[in-house]
């Protein structure tokens, strides 16, 4: 197996189980202790995960990996959330969804609620949900609901996320108003807000939720108490956080102090 292969193979473990073991790693990819040993350090040299005695974790510090290697992380919690923001969500609103793999969950829930899509929303003929979105793949899995109106953001395309940023998204978005923003995060830092990793994402969201009503963060416990590179938004800017039940009390009760409704699944 090539060295690129092998990474690839690497942070996808990781990125699934938040560690990896050599000896485990080097059996599945059929390669030596050795080789996985050599990876890992390499890896860990590029601030892509952290090296313990015997394999590597995820850092304890928020970070970025590819899309496709998140997908797997805290599935269930992730699944739960989306089909709770989903039912915060009314039919004829018009609704921004941000990228990440949380909000993925969201737009997957309401493209399976009989109200949206079911045979009484196609009978009736008009969309019954307008959702604005920067992230490719959302757009592409919703593009395919005739229910659902879709509009999609300029901008280029991150490989990483997904999402479009860059002046085109940013023209867009000034030209529109929404009754809800879903916003994807990487950290909410319990003083200073909402964080995402890069800044071009971040000035995306960042006008989502400006121009939105109501703005919910769908984001599973282990976002929480962190802080990434770019701040979306304040506390006082959150209306709704939709959580798992992991969350500690504290940090309930600070977000609850910012005036932040907190749902947990």
């Known amino acids: 197996m090539a060295r690129d292969a092998r990474w690839d193979a690497l942070l996808e473990l990781v990125g699934k189980h938040g560690r990896v073991e050599v000896e485990e790693a080097a059996a ?10 050599r990876d890992l350090d390499q890896l860990a040299e590029q601030h892509l995960l952290t090296r313990t005695r015997g394999g590597a974790v995820a850092h304890g510090v928020s970070y970025e990996l590819a899309l496709r290697y998140k997908t797997g992380r805290h599935a269930p919690e992730k699944q739960a ?55 490719l793949n959302i757009a592409s899995e919703l593009a395919i609901r005739p229910q659902i109106k879709m509009v999609v953001t300029g901008g280029v395309a991150r490989p990483q996320s997904y999402e479009l940023t860059g002046p085109l998204a940013v023209g867009v978005m000034n030209e529109i108003t929404l009754d809800v923003a879903v916003l994807g995060v990487n950290a909410i830092d319990l003083e200073r807000g909402a964080y995402v990793h890069h800044e071009g994402e971040a000035s995306v969201n960042r006008l989502l939720a400006e121009r939105a009503q109501r703005v919910v963060v769908a984001a599973d416990s282990s976002k929480i108490g962190k802080r990434a590179f770019a701040r979306v938004c304040d ?14 009390a504290a940090a309930k009760d600070r977000l609850g102090e910012a005036g932040v409704q907190v749902i947990t699944v």
Do not use: F, H, W
């Open 28 to 37: 599945a990819l059929a390669v030596s202790a050795a080789t996985i040993r």
């Open 81 to 135: 959330i989306g089909r709770a923001v989903s039912g915060l969500v009314a039919v004829g609103e018009v609704v921004g969804l941000t990228g990440g793999t949380t909000v993925t969950e969201v737009a997957r829930a309401l493209a399976v609620r009989p109200d949206v899509v079911g045979e009484t929303a196609v009978a009736g003929g008009q969309p019954t949900l307008t959702v604005v979105t920067n992230a």
């Open 235 to 248: 506390l006082g800017r959150i209306d709704v956080l939709v959580t798992d039940a992991r969350i500690t």
